[in-house]
């Protein structure tokens, strides 16, 4: 039998509920589109997919973060020289892109009608459903991965994180992890920011755990990865396949409370 030239949103729909996706589901997803297949639609066949699978009392989310791409004019304080800071543009959650690092699902996201984003710069969330104003609501701008963030409701709310395709160590809930571990030494970032607002643009200095890097020197560049895949080998969440691409679906609060022993266990 000759194989389908593309995959459909229902195709997809269809692979999201036999990997355990149901009804009134809070699913973050991060996904490496071009590994999915060929889609009629595109991007937005698995954002359709995914709000098919989740019904109206859902709600999917992805990680955005800022497309800003200003760090090398940091100084040692993370300020901008004045010189460069009027050509820098601010960061407005209704209009700044995501950043283009993570894949272009976010970007798409972002920009479907009714979805809201949080306004953390670099931390934020894009997202979509019934639970996308009150998970996007209050986002701290210090700390942003910690509590009261989009990372810690979805944990308390029940959610689930799912990789279409993407490595492992692309789980950005895991910060959360390392944010909540009692590890000594964990890096600080400190970075100026400025914001769009009413009365223009504003800087505002931002102090979070460093998430460019590994948060204290014991870990490797890729050690995400490591607690995803211990975390499958115990039998917790699920493997299946997402279109073509390999996936993963794991539940926000078991794998954030392995996340936080693995961590304590080994640099605590």
Not at 155 to 175: I, R, S, Y
Not at 196 to 210: C, H, K, L, N, Y
Request: with cysteine; hydrophobic share 45%.
């Amino acid at each position: 039998m000759t194989p389908a030239p593309y995959r459909t949103r229902s195709d997809l729909a269809a692979d999201c509920a036999a990997l355990g996706i149901g009804a009134g589901d809070i699913v973050m997803v991060h996904a490496a589109m071009s590994r999915v297949g060929p889609l009629l639609n595109g991007p937005d066949a698995l954002i359709g997919a995914l709000l098919d699978t989740v019904g109206p009392q859902g709600t999917i989310l992805a990680y955005a973060d800022w497309d800003g791409s200003y760090d090398d004019l940091l100084d040692a304080e993370g300020r901008v020289p004045e010189r460069w800071r009027p050509h820098i543009p601010p960061f407005d959650p209704a209009r700044s892109r995501a950043i283009r690092h993570n894949g272009i699902l976010p970007e798409f996201l972002r920009t479907t009608p009714g979805a809201r984003r949080s306004g953390n710069p670099g931390a934020s969330i894009v997202a979509l459903g019934a639970q996308a104003a009150e998970i996007t609501a209050g986002h701290p701008l210090d700390y942003g991965y910690g509590e009261r963030t989009p990372f810690s409701k979805l944990v308390a709310m029940g959610g689930k994180v799912l990789n279409v395709g993407a490595p492992l160590d692309t789980m950005t809930l895991l910060h959360h992890a390392e944010h909540l571990a009692r590890l000594p030494g964990k890096r600080i970032r400190r970075v100026e920011v400025p914001f769009a607002t009413t009365a223009g643009t504003v800087w505002r200095m931002i102090e979070e755990f460093d998430t460019g890097d590994p948060v204290v020197t014991a870990f490797a560049d890729d050690y995400f990865g490591a607690i995803v895949s211990d975390f499958l080998a115990t039998g917790q969440g699920r493997r299946g396949r997402v279109g073509d691409a390999n996936a993963i679906l794991v539940d926000a609060a078991p794998i954030v409370a392995f996340a936080v022993s693995w961590m304590e266990a080994r640099a605590g």
